[in-house]
């Protein structure tokens, strides 16, 4: 589903539900009132799956384009956790 950024108070995310909650299924080709709302522009961050993932993050306006932004985490394996660290027996 594609977030919106409504440009009057920059609120982020809105989605297509949001603007029309009788809509059931979202359409590829769905654009709300553009002078109102912006589709922020994709750039996807390169992370590596195994250790991390991104999160979208409120878009900024870079040379006049909104620009989504990500916040890169680190993902926390349970299992791999525990292969590691070394538990102590009473």
Known sequence: MKNFLRLADSHWPIT???LDPACTNPSPNFRPNET???LPRQINPEIDEATQAAI???PLLINGIWTQQWKV???YNQ?????SVPMRLH
């Open 16 to 18: 297509e539900f949001d």
């Open 36 to 38: 109102e709302y912006v």
């Open 56 to 58: 979208e993050i409120h």
């Open 73 to 75: 985490v680190a993902v």
């Open 79 to 83: 299992q791999g956790a525990s292969d």
